[in-house]
């Protein structure tokens, strides 16, 4: 940390001058080597200069991150992408460059100026050029490549809003821009272009229907749908750490209508357990409910499910939390369901 304490800097929606001055004093801290969470349309951010080994090395200390998970940068334009990183000569990044700015990182080869530490010895980075108006501002004031992982202590899921980067972060870092709450809610889809074909790593808010759209062929990593053993190398090397865990142990429950209600109705009035399910479910039971959205919404899904699992934190004596899932893979259906895996440790319940 630079600054004695944190500070708190709330910005409207309307980006007026009040706003635009707290976001250059936000940009000058990330300028003088600080740390600054700020909002994106996926997640909350805890930002750096990723030119500054010094300011990078804050990150980690503040969120508890192991050193060997690499950090992805963010920039405010793609024009940017090319002076930090080869651009591929296969012509990936050519097809997919368009789609930005997106919920969507893009793992490319570096440039030697991209400190070690941002990629943790890889030679490839992540770029991410957000869409959410805030984010783009503050970035374009920052005027260097800003290293930013998800706003949250590590293990914890990411932040949704900004009391949860509060909640976590508070007197560890220099500066919160505090907005509303994120537009996808799930972190942003990692696709690596230094693979033939690319790969995609992370699921979100660009979905694999369009990538593949996209290069016609897209492997999908093992680490997507799959535990990953101690000893396998991980692509995305984030997944193979525990991820989005509340205190509670997780259960998914997989089932028709009828079976997953008259299972939930067993846990009824049980105080030390919890249950996320979708709103057509919620008249049908009671106690510790959480409102996941609508059966066939996953974009309400992924909106709520960090922040409910958060939540969840909150009711002491609380052993298990129960979600319900579809099942579906597709669409932003993939992404949540990934999340909850990893929440879950993998664990589902089929009835
Ligand atoms: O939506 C997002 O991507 C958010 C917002 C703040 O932009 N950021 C975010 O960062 O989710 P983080 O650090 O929580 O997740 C980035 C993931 C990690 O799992 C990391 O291991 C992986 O990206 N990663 C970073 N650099 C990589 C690289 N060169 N190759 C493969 N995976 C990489
Ligand atoms: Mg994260």
Known sequence: MILERTEILEISDLLNQKDIEKLSFAA?????????????????GLGANALDQKAVS??????????????????SDVSQIAKYCNIDDNGYFNKISPLFPAPLTV??????????????????????????????????????????PSANISGKPSPTCAQHVIDDLCGKVDAIICAGNTNVGVESTIVSLVTTPPTLLRPGGITYETLLDIFGDVAV???????????????????KYKHYSPRANVTLVLGENQK?????????????????????DIPYISGNIFDIGSINKPEQHAKSIFSHLRATD????LENVY??????????????YNRLLKAAAYNILTL
């Open 221 to 239: 990593s093992d680490a997507v749908l799959h535990e990953m053993k101690p000893g396998d190398t991980a692509s995305a090397p984030g997944m």
């Open 58 to 75: 804050d990150i980690f200390t503040a969120k508890g991150r192991p050193q060997d998970n690499p950090l992805i940068i963010h920039l």
């Open 260 to 280: 997953v209600i008259e299972f939930f109705k067993t846990k009824l009035n049980c105080e030390n357990c919890a249950i996320l399910t979708f709103s057509e």
């Open 323 to 336: 979600v319900r899932i579809t099942g579906d893979k597709s669409g932003l259906s993939l992404a949540v």
């Open 28 to 44: 000058d801290i990330i300028r003088r080597g600080g740390t600054v969470c700020f909002p994106t349309e996926t997640v909350y």
């Open 314 to 317: 909150k009711i002491s004596g």
């Open 107 to 148: 793992i490319l080869d570096k440039k030697d100026m991209i400190p070690d530490l941002v990629t943790a010895k890889l030679k490839s980075v992540g770029v991410r050029i957000p869409k959410d108006k805030i984010a783009r501002k503050f970035l374009e004031l920052c005027d260097v490549p800003v290293a930013a």
